[in-house]
T-cell receptor, first 111, second 114 residues
Framework: KQEVTQIPAALSVPEGENLVLNCSFT??????LQWFRQDPGKGLTSLLL?????REQTSGRLNASLDKSSGRSTLYIAASQPGDSATYLC??????????FGSGTQLTVLP | GAGVSQSPSNKVTEKGKDVELRCDPI?????LYWYRQSLGQGLEFLIY????????KSGLPSDRFSAERTGGSVSTLTIQRTQQEDSAVYLC????????????FGPGTRLLVL
């Protein structure tokens, strides 16, 4: 059974810092990995999707990498802003098509 | 175009009552998913519909839970004889073709069973 772990569970940084969120998964037989953002009381917003054949994806200040063989992904946020404060969720899609989620990293960017 | 919509946004019910939650996926999306997010459990998969294929019900926690998708579009998740442990946020997502595609999530329905 696929298990997804996210470290750290919570992170607080001053505005302007670059930061890295980590995600690991136990079964490397995945089709893709997605990073989501969730604001309090809201649904999930997709940030980046990395197909299993890809190594990284970039969108603005966000960069996600995937090392499928070692079961790891990182989300890099450059020049963090208070508006980046949210919970970031990592999820992998396997052969059964549904997403298996990590428990999330709660990020606070202090002004 | 419009994103995934869900209704109601909030639902309070008494233990033992039945509830119906509705999801309107993005127009043209053939795949539809239901997930549940509860304190201490994180986000967990419930059920998946892909086109006219039989749904994947492997995530439904008990036979009190059922879902249908009419006309390949709108979906309804039904919980019969609700229990307090059913209290959670129920999230619906859709994607263009299922496997390998980005899943777009609705805002969720917050269910509280008293």
């Amino acid at each position: 059974k696929q298990e997804v772990t996210q470290i750290p569970a919570a992170l607080s940084v001053p505005e302007g810092e670059n930061l890295v969120l980590n995600c690991s998964f136990t079964d490397s037989a995945i089709y893709n990995l997605q990073w989501f953002r969730q604001d309090p009381g809201k649904g999930l917003t997709s940030l980046l999707l990395i197909q299993s054949s890809q190594r990284e994806q970039t969108s603005g200040r966000l960069n996600a990498s995937l090392d499928k063989s070692s079961g790891r992904s990182t989300l890099y946020i450059a020049a963090s802003q208070p508006g980046d404060s949210a919970t970031y969720l990592c999820a992998v899609e396997g052969s059964a098509r549904q997403l298996t989620f990590g428990s999330g990293t709660q990020l606070t960017v202090l002004p | 175009g419009a994103g995934v919509s869900q209704s109601p946004s909030n639902k309070v019910t008494e233990k033992g009552k039945d509830v119906e939650l509705r999801c309107d996926p993005i127009s043209g999306h053939t795949a539809l998913y239901w997930y549940r997010q509860s304190l201490g459990q994180g986000l967990e998969f419930l059920i998946y519909f892909q086109g006219n294929s039989a749904p994947d019900k492997s995530g439904l926690p008990s036979d009190r839970f059922s879902a249908e998708r009419t006309g390949g579009s709108v979906s309804t998740l039904t919980i019969q004889r609700t229990q307090q442990e059913d209290s959670a946020v129920y999230l619906c997502a859709s994607s263009a073709a299922g496997q390998g595609e980005t899943q777009y999530f609705g805002p969720g329905t917050r269910l509280l069973v008293l």
